[in-house]
């Protein structure tokens, strides 16, 4: 667990510096987590292709597991980031929707936008904590393809899925 103590023993300052800087652990907790979101979204909107983003986030995420843990792991063990992650997946889900431009119908794009970036948080923090057997090639890879299957997609065929989702639970 993250203590302010732990927190002053590794940077070396003072709890009265830690104080004149921040309320509480909260706040200190939150403003990392928005710090870490800030330049992942950052580093995600310069890349250039799908294969830029998903390589520029793992050098960003597990390159620098400190990172990575908290942007992927805390908001499960920090109740005080539940909020603050519920108001940073939006603008992941925008990003990624902006990047679907072969999907016409926004209502799709926004749903396929938002079952890839639950896929591929679940993805990443699961390749973080060490829980998948892929190399790091085979992960770039498969994350890659999902994203262009995604896009590849034709909004007639996922309409298709959805409508047949539908009538098969009525």
């Keep these: 667990m993250l203590t302010i103590r732990s927190v002053c023993r590794s940077a070396a300052l003072t709890e009265r510096y830690f104080y004149e800087s921040f309320a509480d652990r909260d706040e200190f907790v939150r403003e990392v987590y928005d710090d870490v979101c800030t330049r992942a979204l950052s580093t995600l909107l310069t890349a250039r292709t799908a294969r830029d983003a998903v390589e520029r986030f793992?050098?960003?995420?597990?390159?620098?597991?400190?990172?990575?843990?908290?942007?992927?792991l805390a908001p499960e063990s920090?109740?005080?980031?539940?909020?603050?992650?519920?108001?940073?997946?939006?603008?992941?889900?925008?990003?990624l929707q902006n990047t679907l431009t072969d999907i016409g119908d926004s209502a799709i794009q926004q749903m396929v936008a938002t079952g890839l970036i639950g896929a591929l948080t679940t993805l990443f923090a699961a390749y973080l904590n060490g829980q998948l057997e892929a190399d790091r090639g085979?992960?770039?890879?498969?994350?890659?393809?999902?994203?262009?299957?995604?896009?590849?997609?034709?909004?007639?065929?996922?309409?298709e899925v959805l409508s047949q989702t539908r009538a098969a639970k009525t």
Excluded: K
Excluded at 58 to 72: E, S, T, W
């Design 58 to 72: 793992i050098a960003m995420m597990v390159d620098d597991p400190a990172r990575g843990r908290v942007l992927l």
């Design 78 to 95: 920090e109740p005080i980031l539940s909020r603050a992650g519920a108001r940073w997946m939006p603008d992941f889900i925008h990003m």
């Design 138 to 159: 085979q992960f770039i890879n498969f994350c890659v393809d999902m994203l262009l299957s995604a896009r590849a997609q034709r909004p007639e065929q996922i309409a």
